[in-house]
């Protein structure tokens, strides 16, 4: 989005064999399998990271953030993933996920001269302009300065291992699977397949497809006892993004009109009959306009009223209204005062009238952060 809205250029790099880069401050010793040859008594020592290890993510990035420091780079306080270096026109960021980076300025001379940094340093796979990023096809129209995401090639894949194509459907779910009894034992076939078609299918609902989070939210529910019920609803998901497949996630930060930071949420009050009747909270952030990331959970506390459940749902939302706003004044794009949309006027009333809020005063201290900082004119709900 903020590539979108300042006609930055974009590219991509990942680092080749990555983790074997990376050296190793703890002793550990690997002993090979028979028929190896290895005098007797002995083992191997290792030096390197190694991919499996649960210290090597950890050492990869020690390591990267070294490098990157060096070369002028420094991390945001909140964002540690992302690296800026310069102001203004010069300013290069670097967006790292493990071993695949993006590189945007606003520069050509700059991204390619961070990128000879990086090469100097390590072996890598130059990938140019971004037109993937992990499983993301990113198209970038200069004309209309919009960036289109599209995960059509990954849902393809899915499509064809799990159903036929003729399959389809315009909507993802038409009810939630019953809960299974604790007393069911869940078929090894099926407990084998199904968290790999549900993973995948969080996988997209997590990056681009904000539609079917409701869904994978429920069949996640399922993992350590699926049924063949459950394996269906999954089944209906796949057949509704075989239907919709086309569609994508478009960014544009071309509006004006709009405050900088919106965020939209809403609550489905007692909605799950497998758990107590505790409810649902969802919420989207919107920043210039375009939908940047949308979260939906079940909440952990059950509530007595419409009111209260949407009072609750104010504390993920401030949360992440909060993080973007800290971003945004971290890249440069100047501090913001957040809006939270809701339509339950009764939340409205109690985050900013202090009498009726002595309404809530049983309800745990941390759900009530929305309302200090309605105080304090940082949020507008």
Sequence with gaps: MIVARSDWEIDSIDVTQAY???NLHHD???????????????????????????????????????????????PLPNVPCVYLKGVGESQVIIAVYVDDMLIVSLQRDQIDQTKRAIIDKWKITNNGPTKEFLKIKITQDWEKRVIDLDQQAYIKEIIQEWIWLHKRTWTPMTHTPSK????????????ARYPVLVGKLLWVS????????????TLTCHMSKPTEEALQVALRVVKYLNQTQDEVLRLSGRNED????????????ASDLNTDRRSTSGSIINIFGSVVTWNLHLQKCVSDSAVKVEYVVGLAATHKALFHRHLLCGLGFGDHILVILTDNTGCIQVTKDQVLHSRLKHINMKYHLICNH???????I
């Design 206 to 217: 997590n990056t681009v497809w904000s539609d079917i989070s409701f869904a994978i939210n």
């Design 374 to 380: 309605v105080m304090e004119g940082d949020i507008a």
């Design 258 to 269: 709009e405050p900088a930071i919106v965020a939209y949420m809403d609550s489905n009050w």
């Design 20 to 22: 074997l880069n990376a």
């Design 28 to 74: 550990i010793y690997v002993k090979l399998p028979e028929g190896t040859e290895v005098p007797d008594g002995k083992v191997y020592k290792l030096i390197k990271s190694l991919y499996g290890l649960k210290q090597s993510g950890r050492e990869w990035h020690k390591k990267l953030d070294a490098h990157l420091q060096r070369l002028g780079f420094f």
């Design 180 to 191: 299974p009894p604790t007393d069911l034992e869940a078929d090894r076939e099926l407990k």
